[in-house]
């Protein structure tokens, strides 16, 4: 921990603090840290600064190592990090993405009121949960082949609907419509291959959930009605990624890019920054199978939707239509993309590292669907199991200051051990219970390191987005049901 950062960060704006590049020899770019007051004196408390300092030196960086107010420390890139490099002399970097590539959200509304479910909470938690396996190694329905496993690589979520699991719809709604095109399998290595064959349509591990939960506020009631929700309604959250195989992508190229720093004589402050030219061989094959990744997890996504729907069609023995469960919008927040973004007046192609942040592009913008062209993309930002959720869109502000992204989550402020530590006599399952919220887990050591305490208050980091203009509040769900990892 720096004992001087509030000597080091220069105030911005209420909610924009900056680390001046003068600060560090080496820096090629200011940082900016987007925090109020309360999360700044959270946010310096572990090494996420450093890291935001780091990632600063990346060869070809534009504008700023940007940080979101979920930020917390991780492998490289803080968590809750973003940053933009040229493609003409930038860097790609495996850190900027994560392990767990297009770690991601998808929100599933429905025709379903608070009475509806009130009396079938403990079915619904009991049957989704024995339908989508989840924990450490946990192993789906489908079993998939080598050439079978590299058609999903491909297709992403589009194979999943063609497949039967999801309608034609689901892909609409899915950020790159759940396919990323340059994805290349033919340089996947068999073992992520063979991990991710048994793995589609899982949960997995950490802090993946899924989540019944009912809107109990709404801000902006027009941008709601766009997105088919209501105060009262039931929707779905879906917290998961590409599982062993986007680990095991992460892992592969990790190596690659040690020694692609030697050859290409990059000078990195940390070797977790282990990064290649983006047109470098070593570069371009990195971002082919880490669009791999991004599209296994969509299709990983879209599988679960599929469960789901049956497992409420099951409990409440009506149609499909009847239930409504129709997606709002999925989006990736650990990924790298390629977007055109406007800088000094200049428009360029950036290669946009999104490392715990969520794309937040405005009205009007050429990648949405026809449905959110007026009111921008859909932000969904899941909280801790115990206080909620947020829908957000978003706006013209964040294409002009952070290269179209926002927050992700509430970012943690105590460590899986720490988190287990302090609750050693709590029975974090009963306590949730008594506040009407239905939880279940493969173990008590899960929702130990996952109970209320070990995050950030969601709403305090969405209200930081929604007050700096990046993304604007819509709609907050609290939690009903809960399927931890």
């Not at 590409?242 to 990790?254: K, N, Y």
């Amino acid at each position: 921990m720096k004992e001087n950062w509030e000597e080091i960060l220069k105030q911005k704006d209420t909610y924009v603090w900056d680390i001046p590049k003068e600060y560090q020899v080496g820096m090629l770019v200011d940082g900016r840290v987007y925090a109020s007051e309360s999360l700044l004196k959270q946010i310096v408390t572990d090494k996420s600064l450093d890291q935001v300092v780091n990632v600063a030196f990346l060869p070809g960086i534009v504008g700023y190592s940007l940080a979101m107010p979920d930020i917390h420390w991780g492998y490289g890139f803080p968590i809750g990090g973003v940053a933009a490099t040229r493609l003409e002399d930038g860097v790609i970097s495996p850190g900027g993405v994560g392990f767990d590539i297009n770690c991601g959200v998808r929100l599933i509304r429905s025709n379903l009121q608070l009475k509806d479910v009130k009396d079938k909470m403990n079915q619904l938690v009991e049957r989704l949960y024995n339908k989508i396996p989840s924990g450490v190694g946990s192993r789906g329905i489908i079993k998939l082949n080598i050439n079978e496993a590299k058609t999903v690589l491909v297709e992403g979520s589009q194979w999943a609907v063609a497949n039967g699991y999801g309608v034609e719809e689901d892909i609409v709604y899915t950020e790159e419509n759940g396919k990323m095109v340059q994805a290349n399998p033919d340089i996947i290595s068999n073992r992520a291959i063979m991990r991710g064959s048994t793995q589609l349509g899982t949960l997995g591990s950490g802090n993946h959930f899924l989540e019944i939960q009912v809107i109990d506020r709404i801000y902006q009631a027009e941008k709601a009605k766009e997105m088919g929700l209501e105060e009262g309604m039931i929707t779905i959250l879906v917290h998961t990624g590409s599982r062993g195989f986007g680990h095991q992508v992460c892992t592969d190229h990790l190596s690659i890019m040690q020694k692609a720093v030697q050859r290409y004589r990059i000078t990195l402050p940390d070797r977790q920054l282990a990064c290649a030219p983006i047109n470098s061989p070593e570069g371009r094959d990195y971002y082919q199978a880490m669009c791999c990744a991004a599209n296994f997890a969509w299709a990983n996504r879209q599988c679960i939707t599929h469960w789901l729907r049956e497992v409420f069609g099951q409990v409440f023995q009506i149609s499909q239509k009847e239930l409504g469960l129709n997606l709002v919008y999925d989006v990736a927040h650990n990924i790298a993309k390629m977007e055109v973004h406007e800088f000094k007046g200049k428009k360029m192609k950036l290669c946009v590292h999104r490392k715990g942040a969520t794309r937040a592009f405005p009205p009007q913008h050429p990648d949405l669907p026809p449905k959110y062209k007026e009111i921008g993309q859909p932000v969904l930002i899941p909280g801790d199991m115990g206080r909620g959720s947020f829908v957000l869109t978003g706006n013209e502000k964040a294409m002009q200051e952070t290269f179209g992204s926002t927050c992700h989550g509430a970012g943690r402020v105590l460590s899986r051990g720490a988190a287990k530590r302090a609750v050693r006599n709590r029975n974090i399952a009963e306590e949730l219970r008594e506040r009407n919220i239905i939880v279940k887990a493969r173990s008590r050591e899960t929702l130990a390191e996952e109970m209320s305490e070990a995050y950030k208050d969601v709403s305090e980091v969405v209200n930081v987005m929604d007050q700096s203009g990046i993304s604007s509040k819509v709609a907050r769900l609290r939690p009903l049901g809960v399927i931890k990892g």
